[in-house]
């Protein structure tokens, strides 16, 4: 199974090879109106193509000497250059949009950072283990994270990547997602954060099915009814459902759960961000190695 990277401070794997960044750029949606964020930028390749189709480019690194050379080779007017880890840095109130190489092993916290924290870009191509990526696609099933974004965004696999084009090679095989916001979402944005709750309640009871997972809150007779009207299995695991489905399941809860019900979900995805803080708090406690490679980040 996948995992994130094992904290390895200021891993990344850098492209050098300049016509095939120009080309990715040309392909994507980014204009000479956008306002850009580059993280991880690294030798500065991708960034000085991304100053010359962009109005402006936010460059941010988090190795000082890198950043050290970037300030001595991009002598460009449309760029802001920024020396800190991308989790400690304001992304726009106003729009805009990503395109980077990111750290693999800080796949999950940028994403995080980026969709769960605030404003959202427009759109983002970010270059990811293909393992990491396929978590957000939902390949070959759904994932808690693939629930929580898909009704809301289009992630789709926008180029792969030879391993070879790497330095150093990389032992896995990369891919670049495309990430972009729906203009008309099958969920308003009002409903987001209880849909989140909803899917975060559902897929963490660690149940056998999903019946079971969602006992407290549907009758048998209603989830008979909607596994038959939805077209799953009464025995289905959580994921084994599609997005559509689990949106079509929340629109129900949604107006016809009575509220005492709604008050055990309520708080769920709240509840497991918190969790998930204290267990990475008590795992670097509990690593000195670590701890002390977190907090130059």
């Known amino acids: 199974m996948w995992r994130e990277g094992r904290f390895v401070s200021f891993s990344q794997n850098f492209i050098n090879n300049p016509n095939l960044i120009k080309r990715l ?45 970037l300030l001595n080779n991009l002598k460009i007017g449309n760029i802001t250059l920024i020396n800190n880890n991308i989790l400690r840095v304001n992304l726009p109130k106003t729009g805009y ?28 191509y970010l270059i990811m283990q293909r393992e990491a990526g396929n978590i957000y696609i939902g390949y070959p099933r759904e994932t808690q994270k693939s629930l929580l974004l898909k009704p809301f965004f289009r992630i789709e696999v926008f180029h792969r990547f030879n391993k070879t084009i790497f330095r150093p090679t990389p032992s896995i095989d990369a891919n670049m997602l495309q990430i972009k916001v729906v203009k008309n979402p099958i969920l308003e944005k009002g409903s987001m954060l209880e849909y989140f709750d909803f899917v975060v309640y559902g897929t963490t009871q660690y149940k056998n099915t999903l019946k079971k997972s969602l006992s407290k809150i549907f009758t048998h007779e209603q989830f008979k009814r909607l596994s038959k009207d939805l077209e799953f299995s009464v025995e289905a695991k959580p994921l084994d459902l599609t997005y559509i489905q689990w949106v079509k399941l929340y629109k129900y809860y949604k107006y016809a759960v009575i509220d005492k ?35 130059k980040t």
């Open 25 to 69: 750029i040309k392909q994507s949606d980014i204009s000479i109106s956008d306002i850009v964020i580059e993280i991880g930028a690294g030798k500065g390749v991708i960034t000085k193509q991304l100053c010359k189709t962009c109005k402006h480019v936010i460059a941010i690194e988090i190795d000082s000497n890198l950043y050290n050379q």
């Open 97 to 124: 949009k990503v395109f980077s190489n990111i750290p693999f092993n800080y796949t999950s916290r940028i994403m995080n950072k980026l969709y769960f924290q605030g404003n959202p870009p427009q759109s983002a």
């Open 261 to 295: 019900k709604k008050m055990i979900v309520n708080g769920s995805y709240h509840k497991q961000e918190l969790l998930q803080k204290h267990l990475k708090k008590s795992f670097r406690t509990r690593n000195p190695k670590i701890l002390r490679n977190s907090q």
